[in-house]
């Protein structure tokens, strides 16, 4: 495993933000200095002079954090979409999860393209302009590391509505 060379922006309150353009990996602690290695779950080392004195390294263990493939997959299972054992999305979300946010987000057309095949292989209709919306709303909440905001939550179920209408017309 390679350590995670972390981008860090401070936050209030004598907060940092760190994010691994590798891993895709957002962590938010009270240090500006961490190391942490790339992948799913890490130990993460940290210098926290305030908390127990000059110079003491604390390690903690860092749970697994949603990436921007993990995030495709559970907003479609909100809109009805769900994985099938004859689809690809187990290791297409795990390749976009692996890629990181930046990757992401500079190749959203690669995961449209995925979606677009897999709802071409299901029979349904693909609409490019609300696939779009969801995968930007995916990298949005892996970055973020939140979950849907109420007006997010309200556009999906107004999505999930939709598709069951274009179903039942053809």
């Not at 305030?50 to 903690?60: I, L, N």
């Not at 979300?93 to 292989?121: F, H, K, P, V």
Request: hydrophobic letters at 40%; charged letters at 25%.
């Amino acid at each position: 495993m390679l350590n995670c060379p972390f981008d860090v922006r401070p936050l209030a309150g004598g907060m940092f933000r760190h994010s691994c353009p590798n891993c895709g990996r957002v962590i938010v602690l009270p240090a500006p200095h961490v190391t942490a290695d790339c992948g799913p779950r890490a130990v993460v080392t940290m210098e926290v002079p305030e908390t127990k004195g000059p110079g003491t390294v604390v390690t903690m263990e860092v749970p697994e954090t949603k990436g921007p493939g993990t995030w495709v997959h559970k907003l479609l299972e909100m809109i009805g979409v769900s994985a099938s054992e004859s689809c690809k999305c187990g290791p297409r979300r795990a390749y976009l999860d692996a890629m990181g946010i930046n990757w992401c987000r500079q190749n959203s057309s690669i995961t449209l393209g995925w979606m677009r095949e897999e709802a071409e292989s299901r029979g349904m209709t693909f609409v490019e302009s609300q696939a779009r919306w969801l995968v930007n709303l995916a990298i949005t909440l892996a970055e973020d590391q939140r979950e849907p905001s109420r007006l997010e939550r309200i556009r999906l179920r107004a999505m999930r509505l939709g598709s069951r209408l274009l179903s039942r017309a053809n």
